[in-house]
């Protein structure tokens, strides 16, 4: 387990955790590991932690010191791994419908990479992405593991409208739109799944830490996922393997 490069105060009630300023994965597996053992010891004091590419916010419950607890943990022995939770890669399959009705984008794209839209579908469905982060709108995931062959640059003039479970390319990363929202991804395509729901008792459908894998359905199998969503009885196909 790799020790965080910097603690310091994060406002009045919480400190900031930093490691090397990079996106990595060996290095988030770190970092996901230090975030459990964290709970795991300092479950008393600690209200909830932020995970994000390299670098953990732990909110502190009322009367914590943030002065007090940064001493804590850097006394904290990170030797042994003993005492964190064994890891599990969590595999969530994610449909998404690469149709020009919803890949609003996705020709362009194509055409500005020199690859045909089924060789983007394809290249876009092979990776296995790691979730690093959930932010800028609540639920959505931001990615890693985007080929370079799909790189490419923020619109110049964002939408003011993207649909929920929009799938989209922004500069080196790809990620899902979990609300209607402004933005200035590139749109390639949807999924018809719920990415945040308030009323559920996990409200968001990732977490830091899991990984996604994309593959493609077509529009009439979309429509039918999509009522099976709505009727809640369509189920995340996930797979968990050992890290």
């Excluded at 400190?15 to 994965?25: M, R, V």
Aim: glycine content about 6%; some cysteine.
């Amino acid at each position: 387990m790799i020790a965080p490069k910097d603690i310091q105060p994060f406002g009045d009630a919480a400190i900031l955790l930093s490691w090397e300023q990079k996106i990595d994965e060996v290095l988030h597996v770190e970092i996901i590991k230090y975030d459990a053992l964290l709970h795991q010891q300092y479950s008393k004091e600690i209200l909830e932690t932020v995970v994000s590419y390299a670098s953990i916010a732990v909110y502190l419950k009322k009367g914590v010191s943030p002065i007090s607890f940064i001493e804590v943990l850097k006394r904290l022995s990170i030797v042994s791994t003993k005492t964190a939770s064994s890891q599990k890669k969590v595999v969530c399959k994610i449909p998404v419908c690469y149709h020009n009705s919803f890949g609003l984008d996705i020709e362009e794209l194509a055409n500005s990479s020199g690859l045909s839209v089924s060789e983007v579908v394809k290249i876009h469905t092979s990776p296995l992405y790691r979730v690093y982060f959930i932010g800028f709108l609540p639920g959505f995931p931001y990615l890693g593991g985007l080929d370079k062959r799909l790189y490419t640059p923020r619109k110049e003039t964002p939408r003011s409208v993207i649909e929920a479970g929009s799938v989209a390319i922004g500069g080196e990363q790809t990620g899902i739109y979990p609300v209607n929202s402004p933005g200035g991804w590139n749109i390639i395509g949807k999924t018809p799944l719920q990415l945040f729901n308030p009323s559920k008792d996990h409200i968001t459908l990732f977490k830091a830490g899991d990984y996604i894998q994309f593959y493609e359905v077509s529009l009439t199998e979309f429509n039918d996922i999509l009522l099976q969503v709505e009727s809640n009885t369509f189920t995340v196909e996930k797979e968990v393997q050992d890290v």
